[in-house]
């Protein structure tokens, strides 16, 4: 991330104002006296309103470290006490084209350049204060909790319910007609419904009576017996005489004219 233009521009002016301050050690008034880690505290929390730690270590060990080629006006530059030492001792603002404004303690605040023989050698590392990139536009940095917290939570698979298994029907025990007739059970229904009529004006199907089964009365119809079987035709084998036939034919004959 890098730093914020307006806000780098912001803050390589008012370290300028502090040129030439001289260097008092655990001092941080410009003008009146300062020391290098003093400077770089009080310019910070001025113009981007981030506190940061009063020791130049402990603002090394703030800072986020990034490669010396990628210094960006506003970032800290340190140093070691000892050429390619590892203990920080000094700090410095990086104001761009390889230069830095600090408080040197034989100089006051004074810019040098990183090519240098003496600061290029003593360089120890870089590093940007995240307050920096977001300052300026008041913008906020989502850390990974927060952004876990805004997604939405996990929900379990919808399992369709299972239908109910119907029940099974209970057993139905015999019923006895006699046992019912002797009960004084009616073995009429309660209701009976009565069937609508399918046409305007048609009337509607009208209630069975009630059946007492001890006056019942069931006529049973006489069944005719089987007719007589008529006697068997016998052949007669007597021999017809054809001319007797003729003369009766005759005979009738004559009397019809």
């Not at 307006?6 to 020391?35: C, F, M, N, S």
């Amino acid at each position: 991330m890098s730093v914020d233009d307006r806000l780098g521009h912001k803050i390589v002016q008012e370290a300028r104002k502090w040129l030439g301050t001289p260097y008092v050690y655990g001092g941080l008034t410009r003008g009146k006296g300062t020391d290098c880690s003093g400077m770089t505290m009080t310019v910070i929390e001025k113009v981007a309103e981030v506190k940061i730690p009063r020791n130049s270590a402990k603002q090394q060990e703030y800072c986020m470290i990034i490669d010396r080629r990628l210094l960006e006006p506003g970032d800290l530059v340190f140093f070691a006490s000892k050429r390619g030492g590892s203990k920080v001792s000094h700090v410095g603002i990086y104001i761009g084209e390889n230069q830095v404004i600090h408080a040197s303690s034989s100089r006051g605040v004074i810019i040098s350049s990183l090519s240098e023989t003496y600061y290029d050698t003593h360089f120890h590392s870089a590093g940007r204060i995240n307050g920096l990139t977001l300052a300026a536009t008041g913008r906020k940095v989502k850390n990974r909790k927060s952004v876990k917290s805004e997604l939405p939570a996990p929900t379990a698979p919808t399992i369709p319910a299972t239908p109910p298994v119907p029940a099974a029907p209970a057993s139905v025990e015999e019923i006895n007609l006699d046992e019912l007739l002797s009960s004084g059970a009616s073995t009429q229904p309660d209701t009976v419904a009565k069937t609508p009529p399918l046409y305007p004006g048609e009337p509607t199907a009208i209630d069975p009576p009630a059946i007492n089964p001890d006056t019942v009365h069931i006529e049973i119809p006489d069944i005719p017996s089987p007719a007589r079987q008529a006697p068997a035709m016998r052949r007669d084998t007597t021999a017809v005489n054809p001319d007797s036939i003729r003369s009766e034919v005759r005979r009738a004959m004559q009397g019809m004219f």
